[in-house]
């Protein structure tokens, strides 16, 4: 019985990873909580000591030797009990501790099932969980499929360790370049900052600390072939590489690519920056509903205000006279300050500016379903922005 103890032990220790020591506190507390059953004692100079070696039981009273025949079938079940108990706590502890400690790397596992909008997630020896709003939106996986997700936190409950995992987050990104770049890995290139939208678009800013290794070029690898494994595992979401400089004035250039831009101005103390661009680079710069300049401006840490270069900055009145008289038609492309627009607040105009729509002859040449995609701009408030953007356009 001895050796078969140590035996079981030492499968546990191999198959679960618990250290062998638990177990056998685990083993000599549950022994004594059944001798105390069948000795009809609480007292608490019931002692169980365990040969590390042999295997050998003996538990004491006081100082008189219990014999085993004594504890009976009752305590024996007690025991086997209170051992399952403790076995599973120092498995969870284990678990727990393991991931815990993997909190920002990245898990491979299996898509087992989902459970009120949640992935949950086969990871071998337990399960992890992907809530709704970890998900990128575009992204469809089915029971099965091998899935590489982000551990956001690892928490204890009841129940054993919740093992909350990420698609969306941008850690995810950031693992993946770490895999997938050697240079990455070994340090040679630095990523100095990650702005993503999950299931659209990431931009990523490199820096390499060898003036010999191109950062951008070791991150895109021959044809293409290590960023489109990166892009292939977020099932098609765009990754722009951006180039990383301490010059601020060319970082946020290099991270409003693919849009060219003409002047930029900087405001160092309100961390702004003005950029003028050409007609045809607008919708470039700005991107779709936003999120070029947004992911531009949340990978600098700057604001970015974009605009036209034929138009002058807001606040430069002197300019904007002298732009208005000069060239009458310029008048007719801006057709008065959007504010003017029946159903358009500071809260709007700041939306349908973002979204490209930044005058009135815009807005005009606009349709309904167009402005509704813009957030917070419904049916009814489409029809009535777009009636008077082309009664003010029509002056």
């Not at 079938?73 to 706590?89: C, M, N, V, Y």
């Not at 930044?358 to 408030?381: F, N, P, Q, R």
Request: net charge neutral; glycine share 8%; with cysteine.
């Amino acid at each position: 019985m001895n050796g078969e103890l140590l035996t079981v032990l030492d499968h546990l220790e191999r198959d679960k990873g618990i250290d062998r020591e638990v177990l056998m506190t685990a083993v000599e507390s549950a022994l004594v909580s059944a001798a105390k059953k069948a000795l009809g004692t609480q007292s608490d100079d019931v002692t169980v000591k365990i040969d590390r070696k042999t295997g050998e039981i003996k538990v004491y009273s006081g100082t008189k030797e219990v014999k085993s025949e004594d504890f009976g079938r009752i305590a024996a079940q007690t025991a086997k009990q209170i051992i399952i108990q403790k076995i599973r706590e120092a498995e969870r502890d284990v678990i727990f501790t393991d991931y815990n400690n993997r909190v920002g790397n990245v898990v491979n596992g299996t898509v087992y099932r989902f459970e009120k909008g949640n992935i949950i997630v086969d990871l071998g020896k337990t399960e992890g969980f992907i809530p709704k709003s970890e998900q990128s939106p575009k992204e469809n996986f089915r029971q099965g499929d091998r899935i590489k997700a982000h551990v956001l936190e690892v928490k204890k409950t009841g129940k054993g360790p919740q093992i909350v995992l990420s698609r969306a987050n941008p850690g995810l990104v950031k693992k993946l370049f770490e895999l997938e770049i050697p240079e990455i890995y070994e340090g040679i290139v630095e990523i100095k900052s990650i702005s993503r939208e999950a299931g659209d678009r990431t931009k990523i800013a490199v820096f390499s600390k060898d003036e010999k290794i191109d950062c951008v070029g070791a991150c895109v690898g021959m044809r293409g072939s290590r960023v489109k494994n990166i892009v292939k595992e977020l099932q098609g979401e765009k990754i722009d590489i951006v180039r990383w400089s301490d010059d601020i004035k060319e970082y946020i250039i290099a991270a409003l690519n693919p849009a060219k831009i003409s002047t930029l101005k900087l405001d160092k103390e309100a961390k702004t920056a003005l950029v003028t661009v050409d007609d045809d680079q607008l919708s470039l710069a700005i991107g779709k509903k936003g999120q070029n300049v947004r992911l531009a401006s949340k990978l600098t840490g700057w604001e970015i205000d974009i605009k036209p270069k034929n138009i002058p900055a807001e606040g430069d009145a002197k300019a904007a006279a002298e732009a208005v008289l000069a060239e009458p038609s310029a008048q007719e492309g801006i057709s008065g300050d959007i504010s003017s627009v029946e159903g358009v607040g500071e809260k709007t105009k700041a939306l349908l500016v973002e979204a490209g729509l930044d005058t009135v002859a815009k807005i005009a040449a606009s349709s309904v379903e167009e402005l509704t995609k813009v957030k917070g701009i419904g049916e009814k408030t489409a029809e009535k922005i777009l009636n008077s953007a082309k009664e003010l356009a029509n002056k």
